[in-house]
């Protein structure tokens, strides 16, 4: 370039020039050598090499004079847009006037400039190729976009997801082509959005309001599962997704998705079931797993009682013992049972072991007026590992006195339950497992297995089974035995 500062995206520049005068067609292209360092300029002067160059040719831009022989008005412009209608046509011509110039604008032309000013034709030209650049990544863009919402309305339609929206001002609703199949009714009966929560199933009709009200006073997002029922009364799982679009601070609108998840919910539900009916398996079999130390020394009790002729509370022992062993078989096959059952069951274990340790400890059960031990169920076993621990390691090394309360209270949509001994406490029991070996065994085995049911329960039903140990402690600090305390989900007997 030489007396212009003018940059092109591209460095070579080929153009068309239609003009029959060789005097202006030689100023026309002294001007663009001037103007453009690699140019290739193709110059014609009928109507027969004008469109021979356009059928041929590939050209940058496109000039033609406005008056040339064997063409009328705005045959030139109306030929090279028919055949290259991407290409920018701009007149250099002799002076039009004004309602021409508006003319030619207006029939296509992207400039024009007149012979007395050649100097601003370089600029033209900058400028046209610019905006021809640029019309043409819009027209990209654009089909990239028409491209992507075909895709778009490809994937909405295969993966029915309907896309809807809910104006306030006006309560109308938008339902894209898809609601019909979701609903399973034509498109011009679909019932407006807050109508739609009608063709829920009746336990998740109540939860969807619930959302959108929410929505709307806290211009929340929402996003849940629900069982929509359609018009022809099937029942189908759907994901419900919805947000408020706020105009000054105000919500004007809800926008969101409804997309057909049944398949994947039924898979989902099966594969939950398995998980839920293994789990159910584990915890049966937790149940089972009474300390077999405490069923060897039940029955070496036994033997001592016949050695020493004691007949009777032999006999006695024993029925407690097949009642206690009957009622744990029995339990076992069931995943909760009622608190009533519970506390039987654990009176008859600590009468016997009672026996066990000659009369050195005494129990009691405490039972809030809001607990109702007949309607309230536990999951079996869950206690009775607590209590053996209380008894073995708490109340075990005692000569005598020793007490063990369980308590049972409610706190809200739990059960809280406390097993309290008056034994030696934990720092005196772990220091007399290196000389007990019936406790050092015990430790792995109760212990282990009671965290374990602990989590497979939480895991089965989705909801906190916990516990935690209470050190108790006198002023003096001395130890005053420990406090279990368990808590667990609270069940009736007609939910299990």
């Avoid at 990209?140 to 895709?151: A, W």
Wanted: proline residues 3%; aromatic residues 10%; glycine residues 4%.
């Amino acid at each position: 370039m030489s007396n212009h500062e003018i940059s092109l995206t591209k460095p070579e520049l080929t153009v068309l020039h239609l003009e029959d005068n060789p005097f202006d067609a030689r100023l026309v292209s002294f001007c663009l050598e001037e103007a453009f360092d690699d140019l290739t300029l193709y110059q014609v002067k009928t109507r027969k090499e004008f469109l021979k160059g356009l059928e041929s040719e590939s050209f940058d831009i496109i000039l033609s004079d406005y008056n040339v022989p064997e063409f009328n008005n705005t045959d030139a412009l109306d030929l090279a847009s028919a055949i290259c209608p991407d290409v920018p046509f701009i007149y250099v011509t002799g002076a039009l006037g004004e309602k021409k110039a508006v003319n030619v604008l207006k029939a296509g032309a992207t400039d024009y400039v007149i012979k007395g000013n050649l100097d601003k034709l370089p600029l033209a030209i900058i400028r046209a190729l610019k905006e021809a650049e640029q019309r043409e990544q819009k027209a990209l863009i654009e089909e990239q976009i028409k491209s992507q919402n075909r895709l778009f309305k490809e994937l909405q339609r295969v993966a029915e997801i309907v896309i809807w929206e809910y104006n306030f001002e006006d309560e109308e609703t938008y339902w894209s082509e898809e609601a019909a199949s979701i609903f399973g009714m034509e498109y011009e009966d679909l019932p407006g959005f807050l109508d739609s929560i009608e063709y829920y199933k009746d336990e998740f009709k109540s939860k969807i309001r619930d959302v959108v009200s929410a929505s709307r006073s806290w211009k929340m997002k929402w996003d849940l599962d629900a069982v929509l029922i359609t018009d022809l009364g099937e029942e189908k799982w759907v994901r419900l997704i919805g947000y408020p679009v706020i105009e000054n601070e105000r919500i004007v609108k809800f926008r969101g998705l409804i997309m057909d998840i049944d398949s994947r919910k039924q898979i989902s539900l099966e594969l939950k079931e398995k998980h839920i009916e293994s789990l159910k398996y584990q915890s049966m079999l937790l149940s089972t797993q009474i300390n077999p130390h405490f069923i060897f020394n039940a029955l070496n009790s036994v033997q001592l009682y016949i050695l020493d002729q004691n007949v009777e509370p032999a006999l006695n022992f024993l029925s407690d013992f097949s009642v206690l062993m009957r009622g744990m078989l029995n339990n076992s096959m069931k995943s909760y049972i009622p608190l009533k059952a519970e506390i039987e069951w654990l009176s008859k274990y600590m009468d016997i072991e009672k026996i066990r340790f000659s009369d050195k400890f005494d129990y009691s059960f405490e039972i809030a007026d809001d607990v109702s031990v007949e309607e309230f169920m536990i999951p079996t076993m869950l206690l009775q590992p607590f209590v053996e621990n209380a008894i073995l390691h708490g109340i075990g090394p005692m000569e005598s006195g020793g007490m063990i309360t369980i308590s049972f209270e409610r706190d809200e949509e739990y059960i809280m339950c406390i097993i309290d001994d008056n034994g030696v406490g934990r720092e005196e029991a772990e220091k007399l497992k290196s000389t007990k070996e019936e406790v050092k065994r015990h430790k792995s085995y109760g212990v282990n297995i009671t965290k374990t049911k602990i989590e497979v329960l939480s895991d089965l039903e989705s909801k906190k089974f916990d516990y935690h140990v209470e050190d108790k402690m006198g002023k003096d600090g001395t130890p005053e035995g420990t406090a279990i305390h368990i808590s667990f989900p609270l069940m009736l007997k007609q939910d299990n």
